[in-house]
């Protein structure tokens, strides 16, 4: 039962995903310089932030043009995912 329950708290990969990761990468972990690490950022902050961006409240061209023609839907999904993964040292930028 451990293994169901894990499975269940693990969202599914977006399939919106790819355009994200491209700057932000797959896991949250930034692939490219002054786009930030979204792995762990708490689930409420990203949901918003996304809307925001998609609707032009926040506004960056770059994102608005990435997010725009998604759903509440697709943006709650990356929210989640992003909001799942765990920050690596390692990765990412400094």
Known sequence: MAVASVQAATPTKPARLGLCAACHGETGMAQIPGAPNLAGQKLDYLREAL?????????????????????????????RWYSAQTPSPTQGNP
């Open 51 to 79: 809307k925001q961006y998609r609707d032009g409240r926040r506004n960056v061209p770059l994102m608005r043009a990435a997010i725009g023609p998604m759903s509440d839907a697709d943006l709650d999904e990356l929210a």
